[in-house]
């Protein structure tokens, strides 16, 4: 399961993170129309199912497709996080915390290797190996 989980991972990144005339033409559209599902899906995966070591490619991922779907990402992201399938209980990851981590992905729009280590506590966090403390630390 690593292999085809890997592969999608880096093929979707690729997609995303190359600029490219073919992104306006074609991409663009097919991952606005899939965007609520994918947004789910990464951070439903991030909080609790993807395997400790696809992490490092969920990071970029979520990056690239943030920078490149812009304000539609963010309303996403709010829906995902505020879903009643959401897989983390209030306790571990409170509204207050989910605040912290939206307002820490605006903060830090273009410092990708920061946004991917913000995305990590988040993963941890959500997994119980970290507190919604360590968010704050991205707030600056």
């Known amino acids: 399961e690593k292999d085809p989980l890997r592969a999608v991972l880096v093929f979707l990144d690729r997609v995303t993170s190359t600029p490219s005339p073919l992104w306006d033409q074609y991409a663009a559209a097919w991952f606005a129309s899939k965007g609520p599902h994918l947004f789910q899906g990464v951070m439903f995966a991030l909080a609790d199912t993807c395997p400790q070591e696809a992490l ?10 943030a920078a490149r779907m812009g304000a539609q990402a963010e309303q996403w992201i709010v829906a995902a996080l505020s879903s009643p399938q959401f897989p983390v209980p209030n306790t571990v990851l409170d ?9 820490a992905m605006r ?23 970290n507190t919604a403390d360590a968010l704050l630390a991205y707030q600056m």
């Open 56 to 65: 490092a490619r969920l990071s970029p991922l979520l990056f690239h497709l």
């Open 107 to 129: 903060n830090l729009g273009g410092a990708q290797r920061r946004f991917q280590a913000m995305t990590m506590d988040f993963a941890n966090i959500c997994r119980r190996q």
């Open 95 to 103: 509204d207050g915390a989910k605040q912290n981590f939206m307002q």
